[in-house]
């Protein structure tokens, strides 16, 4: 199994940028297709988790959500096994609790119970 460690959330200005990090250290990374989602605050973490986007196991392969698709993007470094999540454009409505999993569906998936393991979760405020 992988662990996952999320960084980078912070505070930000509505139609500001940010990026997240999140780092990898187990099993070997290029195992795993590597994926982001968010939540609102108050809801279940197995529950009502929004699919964000995801990247196959060698970066070549992205696939987004529609509400993302544009200001978002997903890359990883494999060397240093990390994924990276650029946001640009972002919007208070947003929900503000990342999170960073990995799946063995190398391909990647947009089903979040597909990933098997999950980082902590990191929060991103965008204040209007």
């Known amino acids: 199994q992988v662990q996952l460690v999320e960084s980078g959330g912070r505070l930000v200005q509505a139609g500001g940028s940010l990026r997240l990090s999140c780092a990898a250290s187990?099993?070997?990374?290029?195992?795993?297709?590597m994926g982001w989602f968010r939540q609102a605050p108050g809801k279940e973490r197995e529950k009502e988790r929004e699919?964000?986007?995801?990247?196959?196991?060698?970066?070549?392969?992205?696939y987004y959500a529609d509400s993302v698709k544009g200001p978002f993007t997903i890359s990883r470094d494999n060397d240093k096994k990390r994924v990276y999540l650029q946001m640009n454009s972002l919007k208070p409505e947003d929900p503000p609790v990342y999170y960073c999993?990995?799946?063995?569906?190398?391909?990647?998936?947009?089903?979040?119970?597909?990933?098997?393991?999950w980082g902590q979760g990191t929060q991103v405020t965008v204040s209007s």
């Open positions: 999993a990995a799946t063995t569906i190398v391909a990647g998936t947009a089903t979040d119970s597909d990933f098997r393991s």
């Open positions: 187990g099993r070997t990374f290029t195992s795993y297709a």
């Open positions: 699919f964000v986007a995801v990247i196959d196991w060698s970066g070549h392969g992205t």
